[in-house]
């Protein structure tokens, strides 16, 4: 099998991507190790997997290749943040209706268990999906691992990216005619950035400074509930209990149209599974579903257990407390 342990500084970053990419990253550098450089070790790449050719997978089997790094210092982060990491892959490749619960908690095992963040800047891992494109050819999903430069204008400690070979239709869809890695803006790809044990997808990034109470005041509804999603991802857990104030003045209106209700319900939902508390989580996602079938769209019951449901499902299984 031949294995394309290239560098992710080889992909290009064309278009929209390339601003956020820049501010998070700018002068990018790769941290010494006790000796004085980063280190792969001369051993061969780590395969994880039934099958050590992708072409040889199955349909929905999976395969890792790791690059092998002396002294690994693994990615260490919060249940959520996991979460998090696993509901924008499956959101950008549109895999949220395909694979069931227990294969996207598979995945995310796949994507992220023993990932070396102390590998030198670039591609540190390749995970497949079996048999994913028409011509029953894998998907292909590199993982690349870089340090921001002292003054990346978005401080993180690490950007994480996650680039596929599937490549993406005028509106957004993925083509399933067979992958190719282009770029970052032409192929399904997420980049998040890492900081402690918190990952935000750079979809929620901003460089400007979060607004006063005075100026959330003055928003509308929808602009508060999307305020409160940014706060919500983001990789600042205090903006998680902002998040939560402004959602509950919302509901306590009780005068907002069904959708704003409704994602400020999610939002409340989200912040009890970012502070780990499955309990709360339960009781909001159960009123969730009964309220539902009051919001017109595609906000159905069945729609919303396939896409956030999802959440509820994985931090349990992280947390211990959910059977597999």
Known sequence: MRLHLTTLQKWSIPGVLATIVFLALSCASTPETSNGSPQTSGDKPIVRGIAENPDKLQSQEFLSVTLPVSNPRYLSCSAWSKAKILSSVLSSLKLHEELSREKKFELLSYLIDELPVNAPDGLVRQV??????????????????????????????????FMSNALLGKDGEILRGGGKIIDL??????????????????????????????????????EKV???????????????????????????????????TIMAMLMMYNASLAKENIPAAEQWWAKILEFSPKVPGDMTPANLETMNGTDLYIMKRLLGKASS
Do not use: H
């Open 128 to 161: 497949y999906v079996g048999q994913f494109f028409e011509n029953k050819s894998p998907l292909e999903i590199r993982i690349g691992v870089f340090t921001p430069g002292k003054d990346a204008t978005i401080k993180s400690d690490k950007i994480l990216v």
């Open 185 to 222: 803006d032409a192929n399904a790809s997420v980049l998040m950035i890492l900081v402690g044990d918190q990952v935000a997808d750079t979809e929620f990034l901003t460089n400007k400074p979060d607004p006063s109470w005075e100026e959330i005041e003055k928003m509308s509804s929808f």
């Open 226 to 260: 999307f305020l409160a999603q940014r706060f919500i991802q983001d990789a600042n857990p205090a903006n998680d209990a902002n998040a939560e104030k402004i959602c509950q003045s919302i509901l306590a209106k009780g005068d907002s149209e069904p959708a704003v």
